[in-house]
């Protein structure tokens, strides 16, 4: 009982660094696993990547201007962020670009502005830092801010669900009923920016897509309905949250890529054992119904 | 003119600078079945998108009559039959009209739902993913749907496509119940038989209106010869399309249709 207790319990009792990574990293997954599941499902899982290459300049920016803080390096990467979302965006609304190319393109020049910004004043540590993010280091004002961007994240997609879907689902039915198809689109990319500059905080500008698009990965192959592929998704998060935070204290490991490692074990588990993974499909598939 | 659903005004739609529809003129009248015929290429579905306003005129314009309501059934749906959703989640999208984004389905609204699916013969298939529908069966699925709608105008671009010979029978009935509830329907078709035994008007088409009016005069032969000298690919160079060059009179007299030359039509 004991070394369980010192396993699983001790490490959030006992140190506070601990506790506020747990609490920011679960939020985080809030958030961001159900708009995973939906770029997941709109083919944009590499936009995601894309996007968090995006943030860099903004985060770069503030950075520059004012060291390691933590305020102004998010709300630099949220404007980068957005500038990138509705551009990339518009280009593939209004042109006949798709949005794999136009995004592509965006982030390409925005990633170069970043490195180059880091570059002018940084050393690569500090490049590391904003990169791969510091999660056991999250201060009361990184959580509030992960705090708001969660809650604002879930009131939208409550709101906007059924458009949201149906935008995923029959674009031109949507376009056929109602005005919201592009502005939903538009909303869609301001959650993932939000999210993705949540995460860096925690995870950094590489890691923070990988705790977003693996348990939407990962929920893929459990379920055929959004709904609970969202809310799995979610669980999922939450587990490799609190395992690669366990792994990182016991191991001494980086805790970003401890807990986007644990998300990429339950990956491999749900590809072999998913209801709809290889080993269901491969064997119990050779036995069928009579209609 | 209460009596008219939809008047089409010089209308002019295209893609580019080269119009697929050429200053259509004309009125579709209020709880008619019209057919929309023509060669590939002619400017059907052009027409529909165009109607139900996901294609913005080059020139002139579409107009409504107030509070018509349409539903859409495109030829190609830009449907994610990949998406995880259940049939009911598909024709439940038609409900939005009725509930918009945020009001609550109630029990009523999913016996609806149901109804819909009975009434295109897919009774008891609510719980199957979209992906694990057959061609035809997912073209009743967008019918029921559709129905569920519950527009005034309907606008079905080639409904009948990868479907078998039953189920375009069941199709047509439902089309004729539309009918019978004097609800306005356009349909694309490109079985000319089809067309004469079950459509009381159609409108033939090759870029410009070629005849249009009731259905056994519209399908002539000397019509129909003439809609299929139309030539169906673009000029690159085709002279610019001027107001003066089209004082062309379209020769159905039904829908009594008159020419705006002052809009000023222009195929920029």
Redesign the interface.
């Known amino acids: 009982m004991d070394t369980l207790y010192g396993l699983f319990i001790a490490p959030f009792a006992d140190f506070g660094f601990m506790q506020r990574a747990l609490i920011g990293s679960l939020m985080l997954s809030l958030g961001a696993c159900p708009i995973g599941v939906f770029l997941m499902?709109r083919r944009m899982s590499l936009s995601g990547d894309a996007m968090a290459h995006a943030i860099l300049p903004g985060a770069a920016a503030g950075f520059l201007f004012y060291g390691l803080e933590i305020l102004p390096m998010t709300i630099g990467g949220l404007i980068a962020g957005v500038i990138v979302a509705l551009g990339a965006g518009a280009v593939s609304r209004f042109t006949i670009q798709r949005e794999d190319a136009s995004m592509a393109a965006f982030y390409l020049i925005s990633l170069a502005i970043g490195v180059l910004m880091v570059s002018i004043r940084g050393s690569s540590v500090d490049l590391m830092h904003v990169l791969f993010g510091t999660v056991l280091a999250l201060n009361d004002e990184a959580l509030t801010l992960i705090g708001g961007i969660v809650t604002v994240t879930l009131v939208s997609l409550a709101?906007?669900w059924?458009?949201l879907?149906?935008e995923?689902?029959?674009?031109?039915?949507?376009?056929?009923?109602?005005r919201?198809g592009s502005p939903v689109h538009f909303i869609f990319l301001g959650l993932v920016v939000l999210n993705l500059v949540g995460g860096f905080q925690a995870l950094g500008t590489l890691l923070s897509v990988g705790l977003m698009m693996l348990p939407a990965a990962a929920a893929?192959f459990w379920?055929?309905?959004?709904e609970p592929?969202c809310v799995l998704a979610v669980l999922i998060g939450f587990a490799s949250c609190v395992a690669g935070l366990l792994l990182s204290y016991h191991a001494s490991l980086p805790s970003g890529p401890a807990i986007i490692l644990s998300a990429g074990v339950v990956y491999f588990a749900s590809i072999l054992f998913g209801t709809r993974g290889i080993l269901r499909a491969r064997i119990i598939h050779h036995r069928h119904r009579t209609a | 003119m209460t009596n008219t659903c939809l008047t089409f005004r010089d209308l002019t739609l295209g893609y580019g600078s080269h119009p697929a529809i050429h200053h259509l003129d004309g009125t579709i009248r209020k709880g008619s079945l019209t057919a929309v015929v023509g060669a590939n290429g002619s400017g059907k579905s052009t027409l529909m998108k165009g109607i139900?306003?996901?294609l913005k005129p080059m020139a002139g314009e579409v107009i409504r009559a107030p509070g018509v309501r349409?539903?859409?059934l495109?030829q190609q749906?830009?449907?994610?039959r990949s998406?995880?959703?259940?049939v009911v989640?598909?024709v439940s999208?038609g409900l939005?009209?009725r509930r918009?984004?945020?009001g609550r389905y109630t029990k009523e609204d999913r016996d609806d739902v149901s109804k819909a699916l009975m009434a295109v013969g897919l009774g008891g298939f609510e719980k199957r993913?979209i992906d694990t529908l057959s061609g035809g069966q997912l073209q009743r699925t967008l019918f029921a749907?559709v129905l569920l709608?519950d527009a005034d105008l309907i606008l079905l671009d080639e409904p009948f496509n990868a479907v078998d010979a039953k189920t375009v029978g069941d199709l047509i009935a439902l089309i004729k119940r539309w009918h019978g509830e004097e609800r306005t329907i356009m349909v694309v078709v490109h079985d000319l038989d089809l067309v004469r035994q079950n459509f009381p008007e159609t409108l033939l088409l090759a870029r410009q209106p070629i005849a249009w009016g009731e259905t056994r005069e519209t399908l002539k032969p000397e019509n129909l010869l003439r809609a299929r000298r139309f030539h169906e690919a673009w000029e690159e160079n085709a002279p610019w399309c001027e107001p003066d060059e089209h004082a062309h009179g379209h020769d159905h007299d039904h829908h009594g249709h008159d020419h705006h030359h002052g809009v000023g039509p222009r195929a920029a």
Do not use: H
């Open positions: 499902l709101i906007f059924r458009a879907v149906a995923c689902l029959d674009p031109l039915f949507l376009r056929s009923v109602s919201l893929r379920t055929v309905r959004v592929m | 139900v306003g996901v349409a539903a859409y495109p749906s830009e449907l994610d998406f995880p959703a259940r989640d598909l999208l939005w009209p918009g984004l945020l993913p749907r709608q």
